[in-house]
C-alpha cells in the first residue's frame, strides 16, 4: 500500500488549494476514502470522508462549506478542494481509508495559511 499526497504549499488567508492524493496497493472505489490532518502539538483531526456506496460526503465542522472531497476511480486519486482557507487550516494533510487499522500513512503534504 502506497499513499502519495501532493499539493500542499504556502497560501495567503481566503486563498485556494487543490490536494491530491494517489493510492495504489488498494481500489479507492471499493473504500470509504477520507482526508485528515494535523497541525503542529495536535493530534490526527479527519477532515473529510467520501462513501463509497451512496457517494455521499461528510466534513468536520470547521470546513463544511469550503472544503470539497472528491475521487477520479479511474487514477485510483483522491483529492480535496480547499477554499477560503483561514490560518487554522494550518496543518499536514494526509489521505487513507476512513476506517482503521491503517496499516501505513503517506508523507502528507503540507498546507501553510499565513499572509
Known amino acids: 500500500v502506497q499513499l502519495v499526497e501532493s499539493g500542499g504549499g504556502l497560501v495567503q488567508p481566503g486563498g485556494s488549494l487543490r490536494l491530491s492524493c494517489s493510492v495504489s496497493g488498494f481500489t479507492i472505489s471499493n473504500n470509504d476514502m477520507s482526508w485528515f490532518r494535523q497541525a503542529p502539538g495536535k493530534g490526527r483531526q479527519l477532515v473529510a470522508t467520501?462513501?463509497?456506496?451512496?457517494?455521499?460526503?461528510d466534513y468536520g465542522e470547521s470546513v463544511k462549506g469550503r472544503f470539497t472531497i472528491s475521487t477520479d476511480n479511474g487514477k485510483n486519486t483522491v483529492y480535496l478542494q480547499m477554499n477560503n482557507l483561514k490560518p487554522e487550516d494550518t496543518a499536514v494533510y494526509f489521505c487513507?481509508?476512513?476506517?482503521?487499522?491503517?496499516?501505513?500513512w503517506g508523507q502528507g503534504t503540507q498546507v501553510t495559511v499565513s499572509s
Open positions: 467520501m462513501f463509497r456506496t451512496s457517494r455521499i460526503t
Open positions: 487513507n481509508r476512513r476506517w482503521g487499522p491503517y496499516s501505513t
